[in-house]
Nanobody
Framework: QVQLVESGGGLVQPGGSLRLSCAAS????????MGWARQAPGKQREFVTG???????NYAESVKGRFTFSRDNAKNTIYLQMNSLKPEDTAVYYC?????????WGQGTQVTVSS
């Protein structure tokens, strides 16, 4: 079972940046799919970005051009670089990974964009 731990959330002003990290408990080199989702208060969890195997990351239209997915296999960690943050980006952000047998989620990290 893969355990995921997110970090890097916090309070940031509109226009600011944050980088989220998601550390996996085992090697991610063979993970089939991975990505990030978010859930704002009173809303359903929504897709933010994801990759399948070694394809390019896909992004939700609302974050395209502002958010960037990356991975470091040596550190078993994936990242979400978030730039030009807007108040509507406020949410709990979750990383996820699918190893071909099951889908795993982290516990979430809060991102608040406010002046």
């Amino acid at each position: 079972q893969v355990q995921l731990v997110e970090s890097g959330g916090g309070l940031v002003q509109p226009g600011g940046s944050l980088r989220l990290s998601c550390a996996a408990s085992e090697s991610i080199s063979s993970i089939r799919a991975m990505g990030w989702a978010r859930q704002a208060p009173g809303k359903q969890r929504e897709f933010v970005t994801g990759v399948i195997m070694d394809t390019q990351a896909n992004y939700a239209e609302s974050v395209k051009g502002r958010f960037t997915f990356s991975r470091d296999n040596a550190k078993n960690t994936i990242y979400l670089q978030m730039n030009s943050l807007k108040p509507e980006d406020t949410a709990v952000y979750y990383c996820n990974m699918h190893d071909g047998r099951a889908l795993y989620w982290g516990q979430g990290t809060q991102v608040t964009v406010s002046s």
